[in-house]
């Protein structure tokens, strides 16, 4: 995997520290649209920190806006 696509996808990894479980996977690019396997993991202390796949969503897409602007659009396939 590109490593533009890689460091988006670790700084995302990195905001889910706390939650167990968690799996960001990068599938495929092609087409300017990067999929990616995503589950938020659990947290019991903070349930409301676990990521809902639309919010991983949003957020990756406005990071490679920046980072991998080649990148238009993420899909997420449900990792779980």
Request: one cysteine or more.
């Amino acid at each position: 995997m590109d490593a533009k696509i890689e460091m988006v996808l670790n700084t995302l990894r990195m905001t889910m520290d706390d939650n167990e479980g968690v799996i960001v996977e990068p599938v495929s690019v092609e087409n300017g649209v990067l999929q990616v396997r995503y589950f938020g993991g659990t947290n019991e202390e903070c349930p409301d920190c676990v990521m809902e796949p639309d919010a991983f969503k949003e957020m990756a897409e406005a990071m490679c806006k920046v980072q991998a602007p080649y990148v238009k659009e993420v899909r997420v396939i449900p990792a779980r």
